[in-house]
């Protein structure tokens, strides 16, 4: 139906749609507004992100992010050592060399003692 609402004149008829009938890209589902299409995002700007020493680190990145701040170096030269860390701790053989180096130490090695007594 056509819009019963008067024109102007000049105004061509195909700008004359009402923007109530102009159509809208489905709704994707709440899940979308926290997730997005590719995983959990933070908001963008991020005024409330986490700041380096500001509180405990929850992940890789924020350990990274915490041993940065106490040296002194360039934006850019953090920012490419940060990257070049994080593609390093994503190395499978990096993980394995932490894990075999790690095995030896801890709570349930042969050099862990249980009531004054080596475990064995």
């Known amino acids: ?7 102007h004149r000049t105004v ?6 009402s ?4 159509p809208t890209e489905p709704f994707p589902g709440a899940a979308n507004a926290i997730y997005g299409k590719r995983g959990p995002q933070r908001a963008a700007p991020d005024y409330a992100a986490r700041k380096p020493l500001s509180s405990p680190p ?4 924020d350990h990274i992010d915490d041993t940065l701040s106490h040296v002194d170096l ?3 030269q953090k ?5 070049e860390l994080l593609r390093m701790c994503r190395d499978i053989s ?8 790690a095995h030896g130490s801890g709570p349930h090695s042969a050099t862990a003692f249980d009531e004054g007594r080596p475990l064995a």
């Open 58 to 61: 929850e992940s890789l990145a």
């Open 74 to 76: 360039t934006a850019s």
């Open 12 to 17: 061509p008829a195909h700008m004359r749609q």
């Open 19 to 22: 923007l109530l009938n102009t």
């Open 79 to 83: 920012r490419a050592l940060r990257s």
């Open 1 to 7: 139906m056509a819009d019963p609402r008067p024109q």
């Open 94 to 101: 990096f993980i394995r060399c932490v894990g075999e180096q």
